[in-house]
């Protein structure tokens, strides 16, 4: 219990400093969320006059010689729509056909940003990935509605428990998973809210083809079982002071939930976790567009025993993007702590492309009851394509170095974090 508490502590001391209007006071252009005039998209028109561009634009000028780029509005209560068919290659998928994309919006003037994003994939692996999220505010922030909504038919290995896990340990899994899962946020005061959510999580036909090597996988001795449901009520607190949900270039986030799951709802085991996401974003240099962005994503069970693949695992955040550089489930284990930072930069003036250079680590450990072990770390560059200028969506492509060898290439439409 004592990490827990030391992490809960960090999560209270960060919020309230952060929540502090005066720890901005170097950056007279910020506007916190709460204040009314605030806009969370930026009229991005450079003092250059030079325009922003993203790829419809250029694929505008490619059919009409005489088009020309415009300014890009603020986001309003008209739906802006970001949408792009891809193949694409992960290490966990191999080849994929994808449609990603998202809807953004208001709910009303002077209120954040409402999305609703959909990635649905089909793997060379044979896998099925339908995910959709959603984060809806109502008028004047009063509310947030944060849903998770996902269907997998999916193919996975794994590697054991704990990070001092051996990538000879390859153990070849098979399951269906479908979650439903949402939650309502009340605004406390200014930035800060709390609420309470409801989760269902739903596991089966789970398999396992046993270990290329012969031997004994952490899998069957942590206990196989066919089905696994894990539902649940969340207790949630939220600090956001963000200046773009989509793409952030200043401001904090933070997040806590608490899970717990009983049996009388329909859990196959009770089991308690605690999850703690805490996020910060400078402009460095502070007059310019670049950022430097670090994020710490906290992943703990405190009590119970959740099935195998309950257990909190790299890439099994929301967006399923912790541990660049490293297959998703390449560790897993009752406590994950994660750590990351990444730099952000324009290539081009017009902000079609731009780039970054990101390093993390993590560390897990084994079994519940057991400590964390080694840190691995991972590391590499990427390339970010302006999708639509208005809600600064890009096309993150991100190619990852981790220990072993593991290396790979990762696409999402969006920041990492």
Known sequence: MRLQKILVLIFTLAV????????????????????????????VAHPDTTFEKDIFDVIKSIFDKNYKESK???VTTKPVFSIV????????TDLAGTLSGNVVFRTAPNTRISTITINPAYTQKKQVIIPLLSNIWTKNNKYDFIGDFRFYKYPQSTYGLGSHSNLADENPLDYSFFRFSETVLKQIFGNFYAGLGYIFDDRWNMSEKGQFNGGVSDYKRYGPITRAISTG????????????SINPSRGFYASMQYRDNYSFLGSTSPWRSLIIDVRKYYKLPAESDNVLAFWSYDWLVINGRPAYLDLPATGYDPS??????????????AQMVY???EYRFRIT?????????FINAQSFSAAPGSGLQSIQPGFGPGLRIKLNKVSKTNIAIDYGFGREGSRG???NVGEVF
């Open 409 to 411: 290439l990762f696409i």
């Open 320 to 333: 399923n993007t912790t541990g660049r550089g490293y297959i998703q489930g390449r560790f897993r284990g």
């Open 85 to 92: 068919p891809a193949v694409g290659y992960t290490l966990q």
């Open 72 to 74: 890009a509005d603020s």
């Open 339 to 341: 750590l990351e930072s």
């Open 349 to 357: 003036r017009n902000g079609l492309l731009g780039g970054v250079a």
């Open 233 to 244: 009520i969340t207790f949630n607190a939220l600090f956001d002071s963000r200046d773009n």
């Open 16 to 43: 309230f400093f952060f929540a502090n209007e005066k720890a901005y006071a170097q950056d007279k252009r910020y506007i916190p969320l709460g204040h009314p005039k605030f806009k969370d998209t930026l009229i």
